[in-house]
């Protein structure tokens, strides 16, 4: 709440900072290998739900408008966004990581931040700065959620061709008006 952004044209900004803290929680409160379940359950398999169902994967980097669905906000802005901040903590260790999310939250707050400053709080903080800007490109900018959240065992319908994505909507909506009619 301290560091505003600006959330119709970069949700995962945020969002990502969030659903990441959110996870983080668990290690810190219980240990490690909770924050690793906490990490497959709240980040990997809203993602891989997602994919189950058809969706596809699409750059997190892009603006609130561009997203159909919740589901797939929830998995690319949210999950995927969040698998970022993962493994810049995985590159930089804790120590430059909580320093550069330090230095963003001094630097930025009660003030609105952009994606850049977020970018150049770990670039600043990394020693391979490098590593931090293709990080940043792979999980924002390039579609790698397979690969890098895990691609679902498990397929129920495959994505949806050209135009085909909306009838799978309007089959979920007459579902989810007649389970909720009283009888």
Do not use: C, W
Request: proline fraction near 5%; hydrophobic fraction near 40%; charged fraction near 25%.
């Amino acid at each position: 709440s301290v560091v505003g952004s600006d959330s119709q044209r970069s949700p995962y900004l945020d969002e990502a900072l969030a659903h990441y803290a959110a996870t983080y929680y668990y290690e810190a409160a219980l240990g490690k290998d909770a924050g690793e379940k906490a990490v497959n359950q709240n980040i990997r398999s809203p993602y891989q739900v997602y994919r189950s169902l058809g969706g596809v994967d699409v750059e997190a980097a892009k603006p609130m408008k561009d997203y159909r669905t919740m589901l797939q906000f929830s998995a690319i802005v949210q999950a995927k966004g969040a698998m970022l901040l993962h493994a810049l903590r995985r590159e930089l260790g804790d120590e430059q990581f909580f320093g550069a999310l330090r230095l963003y939250f001094t630097t930025r707050k009660f003030r609105l931040a952009s994606p850049n400053d977020l970018r150049e709080a770990f670039l600043a903080a990394a020693h391979n700065p490098g590593s931090v800007k293709a990080l940043f490109q792979r999980y924002l900018r390039e579609k790698h959620g397979d690969d890098d959240l895990g691609k679902p065992d498990v397929t129920f319908f495959s994505p949806p061709e050209k135009g085909k994505g909306r009838k799978l909507g309007r089959f979920f909506g007459k579902i989810g008006r007649a389970a909720a009619r009283p009888f």
